[in-house]
Nanobody
Framework: QVQLVESGGGSVQAGASLRLSCSAS????????MGWFRQAPGKEREFVAT????????NYADSVKGRFTISRDNAKNTVYLQMNNLKPEDTAVYYC?????????????????WGQGTQVTVSS
């Protein structure tokens, strides 16, 4: 089994930056794709970003492209989400997710493990 624990969420003003971290324990996922999703109040969970096992390839939702950066440190079994120029519409619970498969993925059903989520609140 794999446990994913997110950290780094908080409340910030619009324009600020936050870096989310997701530490994986249990089975090593250095070869598996990982991603971030988010869920705003009253809305469905949506894709944010994904990264391949090696970290060589990434993919982003259009709404965060150019502002968010996903990265990973396989030696630490950790994935990051650097969020810059935050907007009120970025307010959501952010979930880290991991898959056994190597490639990146944009659909929830493609992932095997999920964290509990961390709250990000952006005020105007």
């Amino acid at each position: 089994q794999v446990q994913l624990v997110e950290s780094g969420g908080g409340s910030v003003q619009a324009g600020a930056s936050l870096r989310l971290s997701c530490s994986a324990s249990g089975r090593t996922l250095s070869s598996g794709g990982m991603g971030w999703f988010r869920q705003a109040p009253g809305k469905e969970r949506e894709f944010v970003a994904t990264i391949t096992g090696s970290g060589a390839r990434t993919n982003y939702a259009d709404s965060v492209k150019g502002r968010f950066t996903i990265s990973r440190d396989n030696a630490k079994n950790t994935v990051y989400l650097q969020m810059n120029n935050l907007k009120p519409e970025d307010t959501a619970v952010y979930y880290c997710t991991a898959r056994v498969g190597y490639g990146s993925a944009v659909y929830q059903y493609e992932y095997d493990y999920w964290g509990q989520g961390t709250q990000v609140t952006v005020s105007s």
